[in-house]
């Protein structure tokens, strides 16, 4: 987050010193349309893989080896697992771009801005976590935001008449795609649901320069937080013998899904929006 912060100070002082915007600016009151584009990163956490052996849609059980052993006992990594083995580590990429487009209204009243402002982007951010196996064999769950929409209420303060330096917060809706990928080639494996979606938060703050009268420019942090508790896979026998782990407990397979179901991110974004 340290250069979340950086790259937000540095937009601050370059909007601030612009020398365009020393241009006499009108009130903050009215209608704007913009756009805005940045990089998301995600909040990464202690995620885990969850199992459902017996398929009664509850998880947490063990995979056991037909010795009733851990089948899972190499442990879980958060990213995409580069090998079989846990040692040689996983990739965290936990960065993407992001942009969209917003539609908004503010008012003057009592000495603040208060406004509100709806939003559509899309989005290039993957998160995932694998697990490994004793066999040995990696298992590999991500989750992609592709698109989010957006309707957040923002406080403000004009530090100058051209300077808008606010608090926003509202809600959010994202959607997902789930897939999956493992080395292990003997089970039959199926993403229950490809593509899903949920609802969240977001809040954060940003500041907002206006150069003359009908234009501004800004930079913008969100936290964002979206429920995201659909994406599972379901595991069957494929060309494995009934011995296999996945099927000792239920000859019919195993579902297991990421112990997680929060999707979190911070961005942090450049914004235009002509006012009316």
């Known amino acids: 987050m340290n250069r979340f912060a950086a790259c937000l100070a540095v937009g601050t002082a370059v909007l601030v010193a612009s020398p365009a915007a020393a241009q006499q600016a009108s009130g903050w009151s009215g209608p704007y349309v913009g756009g805005q584009i940045g990089f998301g990163q995600l909040r ?3 995620a885990t893989v ?3 052996t017996d398929r009664n849609g509850t998880f947490g059980d063990t995979v056991r080896t037909g010795a009733g052993a851990d089948a ?3 442990g879980f ?4 697992a580069s090998s079989s083995s846990p040692t040689t580590g996983c990739d965290r990429s936990d960065r993407g771009l992001e942009g969209g487009v917003h539609v908004g209204f503010d008012a003057e009243l009592a000495g603040l801005v208060v406004g509100i402002v709806g939003e559509a982007e899309r989005h290039d951010l993957d998160d995932s976590v694998s697990s490994f196996s004793t066999t040995p064999a990696f298992y590999t769950l991500t989750r992609s935001l592709r698109s989010s929409y957006g309707l957040r209420g923002r406080v403000g303060v004009a530090a100058t008449p051209a300077t808008l330096v ?3 917060a509202g809600v959010v809706r994202g959607s997902f795609r789930q897939s999956f990928a493992s080395s292990n080639t003997a089970n039959a494996f199926e993403v229950t649901d490809r593509r899903t979606s949920g609802w969240g ?3 954060g703050g940003g500041i907002e320069q206006k150069i003359g009268d009908r234009f501004s420019v800004g930079a913008l942090y969100l936290y964002s937080s979206i429920k995201d508790e659909d994406g599972r896979i379901s595991v069957t026998q494929g060309t494995a013998p009934a011995t296999n782990p996945f099927l000792l407990v239920n000859p019919g397979g195993t579902v297991f899904q ?3 179901d929060r999707f979190q991110q911070h961005s942090l974004k ?3 929006s002509l006012r009316f």
């Open 44 to 46: 990464k956490d202690d």
């Open 258 to 260: 990421r112990s997680d």
């Open 270 to 272: 450049l914004t235009a």
């Open 201 to 203: 938060h977001r809040l």
């Open 77 to 80: 990594c958060g990213g995409a």
């Open 50 to 52: 969850l199992f459902d």
């Open 166 to 168: 606010y608090a926003t």
């Open 72 to 74: 899972f006992s190499p």
